[in-house]
């Protein structure tokens, strides 16, 4: 009886441990693509999406984050959007949430211009008080555009200039009591110093779509 017993638990065991090799996997992996770590730059972490109202209109704010595992304010190098890089932000809305494809895409592209190559102050040339004035040196412009896949439409939103990384004596503004030494000032107002803005962390040459 005992050993009928055991055979019949062995059986059982052996046939829980078949259904669960033939389940599908359920969680998720945080491991990076093998091609996509040999490329910074066009390594994007996480996507954000808040919905929010302001003065009786729902808008939809996303982020994009790029560099994974770094620290913005490493200077005095910074890390940078690529100019190679096509980086896109891909909203869903409708009938096309449940098909799984885009409605809207956001295309953000980016210039990169030195004021002065005859340095090793590659960033800053000085005190940053205000985004892209004579201190910062290494200077990036960016172009937004949207695409809607409806109509095949392509508009350019606008364009401007990517802030400064915080760091420290050479933004000072971005910190409390306009001090570098002191930690950064809470939230982001205004694309204008003060803020608390890095970029690294948010935006067709090499074939990367990035959603």
Not at 40 to 64: C, E, I, M, P, S
Not at 118 to 134: H, K, M, P, R
């Amino acid at each position: 009886m005992k050993e009928a017993l055991r055979k019949a638990l062995r059986l059982v065991a052996a046939a829980g441990f078949l259904l669960i090799a033939s389940s599908p996997a359920r969680a998720s992996s945080h491991m990076d693509a093998p091609l996509i770590i040999l490329d910074d730059a066009a390594n994007t972490t996480d996507v954000y999406a808040f919905v929010a109202q302001r003065h009786g209109q729902k808008y939809l704010t996303t982020a994009l984050a790029v560099y994974p595992h770094e620290e913005p304010g490493v200077g005095p190098n910074k890390y940078n959007f690529d100019d190679d890089v096509l980086y896109q932000i891909h909203v869903a809305t409708g009938p096309d949430v449940a098909a799984g494809q885009a409605t809207f895409s956001y295309q953000f592209r980016f210039t990169t211009s030195f004021r002065n190559r005859n340095t090793i102050l590659q960033s800053y040339l000085g005190v940053v008080n205000d985004v892209g004035d004579a201190a910062q040196n290494l200077i990036q412009t960016y172009s937004v555009a949207k695409v809607d896949h409806r109509t095949g439409t392509w508009t350019s939103l606008g364009e401007g200039v990517v802030p400064p990384n915080n760091q420290g004596h050479a933004t000072p503004k971005y910190n409390r009591d306009d001090d570098g030494e002191k930690p950064a000032r809470d939230g982001v107002a205004t694309t204008h110093l003060p803020a608390s803005v890095t970029t690294g962390s948010t935006l067709t040459s090499r074939p990367y779509s990035i959603c």
